[in-house]
């Protein structure tokens, strides 16, 4: 199975902040890559799709990058709303993996 | 409006059964491949099984294979997980996922998710 590991697993910031979140694939997933916000008691939203591509609906605040092993996902201008846990998911085997989550909390 | 609807989470024994059901909604179901994604408390998110939009493929993770069996009926819209000898670590809210575009892809619907406990 392919691991994905996020990092950091905790984040604290600030309103107005841009924070970065890094996922890194235990081998290439080319760009079959998801990230996903989750709120306390709620399904999981899809933020990116194919490492980069934004979901219709999300704010361009969220933006996705990388290939092969390493990707990042960068909020821009962190909002009250984006306080949440979010999660990477690879898709590249039928084995579907997500990372273990980084919890953004307000500073 | 679009959705999809979990049902028959539970309290069940170790060694039990159960069956989740996922009926879908303003959609055309047997376009897409569907999965089931489960939380269990304070972890993150485990991906358990896939099915191909037409039911003839099925996937499962390690850690469910020959005691979950995913299933779907496109004439009712409905994805089905028969569980079998339940384990206390398959406690867990489960989610019913429609995949983006293709058998293997992101999950662009979930649905509000079916909590499953399995104590004695």
């Known amino acids: 199975d392919i691991q994905m590991t996020q990092s950091p697993s905790n984040l604290s910031a600030s309103v107005g902040d841009i924070v970065t979140i890094t996922c890194r694939a235990s081998?290439?997933?080319?760009?079959?890559l998801a990230w996903y916000q989750q709120k306390p008691g709620k399904a999981p939203k899809l933020l990116i799709y194919k490492a980069s591509s934004l979901e219709s609906g999300v704010p361009s605040r969220f933006s996705g990058s990388g290939f092969g092993t390493e990707f990042t996902l960068t909020i821009s201008s962190l909002q009250p709303d984006d306080f949440a846990t979010y999660y990477c998911?690879?898709?590249?085997?039928?084995?579907?993996?997500f990372g273990q989550g980084t919890k953004l909390e307000i500073k | 409006e679009v959705q999809l609807v979990e049902s028959g989470g539970g309290l069940v024994q170790p060694g039990g059964s159960l069956r989740l059901s996922c009926a879908a909604f303003?959609?055309?179901?047997?376009?897409?491949?569907m999965s089931w994604v489960r939380h269990a408390p304070g972890k993150g998110l485990e991906w358990v099984s896939s099915?191909?939009?037409?039911?003839?493929?099925?996937y499962y993770a390690e850690s469910v294979k020959g005691r979950f069996t995913l299933s779907r009926d496109n004439s009712k819209d409905t994805l089905y997980l028969q569980m079998n000898s339940l384990r206390a670590e398959d406690t867990a809210v489960y989610y019913c996922?429609?995949?983006?575009?293709?058998?293997?892809?992101?999950?662009?619907?979930w649905g509000q998710g079916t909590m499953v406990t399995v104590s004695s």
């Open positions: 081998r290439s997933i080319r760009s079959w």
């Open positions: 998911q690879q898709y590249d085997s039928y084995s579907d993996t």
């Open positions: 099915i191909s939009n037409s039911g003839d493929t099925t």
């Open positions: 996922a429609k995949r983006l575009r293709y058998r293997e892809d992101a999950f662009d619907m």
């Open positions: 303003g959609f055309t179901f047997n376009n897409y491949a």
